[in-house]
């Protein structure tokens, strides 16, 4: 079984078509329908279940093709630890990212980080749900909270507050709220994943625990939606530090409640394996903490927090 006709393969269960896998492969439609028929023959198995409009994985291929993949990506990955000992640092990084710290934050950190090393390409994959590694097509991902699946490697890049926030312009129309339970008050913007809402929030006082359940009228599943309802006057969000630092820092939004800190997150760089963890990853995961640092140190000083 030939490794190209194995790439081919992932390709098209990653566009779920022929015709797109052999564009973004730069082959004929022909060649890369004879490459799917001869790995599905060596294998005796149909791989994908084909109709006149749609192709999808069969049974067979749901177990075929994680494997494959992690096996190709190990591949992939220990040939860039060799060019790795020789100084040469290339690949791809396709990588997943939240909406609003990957389109405001990290997409900039990324085009300086291409601009230094210039073999190195990037795919972007921007998303705020749960990541899944087999079926989503990326080989790293940049979330906040902690990883909970042991199988799950990463790399801790910081400790990130959160902070209740909302604009001048909501605040004076309002007013600010001055302690705990003015918030009940107030209009909260929220974010949704999946089927909950998350509209109890979470604070700590004085080194005790306490819980708020808000009332609102806007809630998304983008983060994204939320920073920009909160930087337009809509109402008071608990957003990450570093997803509202641009916007605190150019007096966009403000922080509420110094007293009452929202309970903090962190952010963590995380792979299916250690195999992913190619020398490209390693210089990303430093550019990562040292900007991450960098942000955090300006909002201290600005006595954010």
């Known amino acids: 079984m030939l490794l190209d006709d194995l790439n081919v393969v992932i390709k098209v269960a990653e566009f ?11 082959m ?12 599905e023959q060596a294998l005796g198995t149909e791989l994908f279940v084909r109709t006149t409009r749609s192709l999808r994985l069969s049974s067979a291929g749901e177990r075929f093709l994680p494997t494959c993949q992690e096996a190709m990506s190990m591949l992939a990955n220990a040939k860039q630890n060799l060019k790795g000992d020789t100084g040469v640092i290339e690949g791809e990084l396709r990588l997943g990212l939240s909406s609003d710290l990957g389109r405001n934050v990290i997409t900039p950190w990324l085009d300086e980080f291409m601009d230094e090393h210039k073999k190195i390409s990037v795919k972007l994959n921007l998303n705020d749900s749960n990541v899944d590694f087999y079926r989503d097509p990326i080989d790293l991902a940049l979330r906040y909270g902690s990883p909970d699946d042991a199988s799950i490697y990463g790399f801790k890049i910081c400790d990130v507050p959160r902070l209740l926030v909302a604009s001048p312009s909501y605040i004076s129309t309002h ?6 339970d003015d918030l009940q008050a107030h209009n909260g913007l929220f974010y949704q994943l999946y089927d909950k ?21 806007r809630t998304a599943n983008d983060g994204e939606i939320v920073r920009r309802w909160a930087v337009a006057g809509k109402g008071v969000a608990v957003k990450s530090s570093l997803d509202t630092c641009n916007d605190i820092l150019n007096g966009r939004l403000i922080t509420l409640l110094p007293e009452y800190q929202p309970k903090p997150t962190q952010l963590w760089l995380i792979c299916p394996s250690r195999q992913s963890i190619t020398p490209a990853v390693r210089l990303l995961r430093d550019m990562l903490k040292a900007r991450c640092a960098e942000y955090l140190a300006q909002l201290k000083e600005a006595g954010v927090f």
Request: proline content about 4%.
């Open 16 to 26: 779920r078509n022929i015709t797109a896998a052999a564009t973004h492969l730069n």
């Open 197 to 217: 809402v998350y509209n109890e929030w979470e604070f700590v006082h004085d080194g005790k625990p306490l819980k708020i359940k808000m009332q609102g009228n």
């Open 175 to 180: 007013g600010e709220p001055k302690n705990f």
């Open 28 to 39: 004929r439609t022909a060649t890369a329908s004879a490459a799917l028929k001869r790995v």
